[in-house]
């Protein structure tokens, strides 16, 4: 098949589909999934005319290929932020042997995609920096898509079904370091299990693991170095969590997965006196160590009310009929009304 040309996002997702491949939309500009999807289950499931209804419906948006059920996995060579991917990858073929012609896609950034059988684990900067893959639990986006109005252009072949597409080189393959599982020092305390455990699971989803890999690990840090042991479904939530994320969003995300359950209290425990008085800074107003705001419709005062506010505190005088408990220093931050106004 000669090169084909793509005009639009669905255009290439549909090329992607009728190839063998597994697509889903993302949202337009972006790599990141469209809003309101399970992305795995949307590419697991969709038909042709499931792509071809969304990419009408929603022209702008993106998509993207995600090849590990298809047994694919893409080579994604990066030069972008100090990275010289294409150097990087030239290095590795000089010393073993050139990469099969195959599918090949130019990103905006001036990197590549590669397509090949063969699913392997995504790694990022593993192999050499900007030089990654995307296979298990990973994926790329397809071509025809744009960002900052520059496509993921499909370049050179042969465009041929996924399971048609040359395998990835040995060489390739054996150049991904072994994983090294984090190691935690000492005995995991009861109160830091939940963000350990996510900390544990975003490093090793950094570094390109799968779900049943990071469960695995989880498993094996909870029995042997958990002071008092999770139950099996918090490790398998936090797994299923983190992998919804690439590679390289996973130390940032895992920030985020704090899973600490909540705690519960009966009415009839709580004893009321022992509750603090509130921190009045204006009375019925303005709690001290927490954040107050004022909702209105547009054009009722909420600027002015603010205002006077503001000069109550500073001054200590009532101005709005809620007496000042606590004066002080304001800053007051308008981002909307004119300043010779103000």
């Known amino acids: ?20 491949f597994k697509v889903f939309p993302c949202n337009p500009n972006t790599r990141v999934p469209a809003k309101g999807i399970k992305w795995k289950d949307w590419a697991l499931n969709a038909t042709r005319k499931n792509v071809l209804d969304y990419g009408t419906a929603n022209p702008l948006s993106n998509w993207a290929v995600y090849p590990e059920p ?11 932020k100090g990275k010289q991917g294409s150097s990087e990858l030239q290095r590795l073929q000089q010393e073993n042997s050139d990469l099969p012609d195959t599918i090949t896609v130019k990103t905006p950034s001036g990197g590549y995609h590669f397509y090949f059988t063969g699913a392997i684990p995504s790694t990022v900067d593993r192999i050499a ?7 298990i639990g990973g994926y790329v986006v397809a071509p025809g898509s744009r960002i900052d109005d520059r496509m993921y252009e499909l370049v050179a072949g042969p465009v041929v079904p996924a399971d048609q597409l040359p395998a990835i080189p040995k060489w390739f393959v054996e150049s991904i370091p072994p994983h090294e599982v984090p190691t935690i020092e000492g005995v995991i305390p009861e109160g ?3 963000s350990m455990m996510a900390s544990i699971a975003g490093t090793l989803r950094r570094r390109g693991l799968n779900y049943e890999s990071i469960l695995g690990a989880l498993r094996s840090a909870n029995e ?10 918090e490790l398998i939530h936090i797994a299923s969590q983190i992998v919804k994320y690439e590679p390289a969003q996973a130390i940032a995300a895992s920030d985020f997965m704090n899973t600490d359950p909540l705690h519960t209290f009966k009415a009839r425990d709580i004893d009321a006196t022992s509750i603090p ?34 000069f109550a505190v500073a001054t200590g005088k009532d101005l709005t009929g809620s007496p000042v408990t606590r004066p002080g220093n304001v800053w007051l931050y308008n981002t909307e009304d004119p300043s010779d106004e103000l």
Request: net charge negative; proline share 7%; charged share 20%.
């Open 1 to 20: 098949m000669s090169i084909p040309v793509i005009k639009r996002p669905v255009d290439g997702a549909l090329l992607m589909w009728d190839l063998g």
């Open 70 to 80: 298809t047994g694919n996995s893409v080579v994604d060579v990066d030069n972008k």
């Open 129 to 135: 920096p900007g030089v990654d893959t995307k296979s």
């Open 192 to 194: 830091e299990r939940n």
């Open 224 to 233: 042997h170095q958990s002071d008092i042991p999770l139950p099996d479904s």
């Open 277 to 310: 008085a509130r921190n009045w800074i204006m009375q019925d107003r303005y709690i001290g160590g927490f954040i107050s705001g004022i909702i209105a419709p547009g054009g009722v005062g909420k600027s002015a009310i603010t205002m006077l506010d503001a």
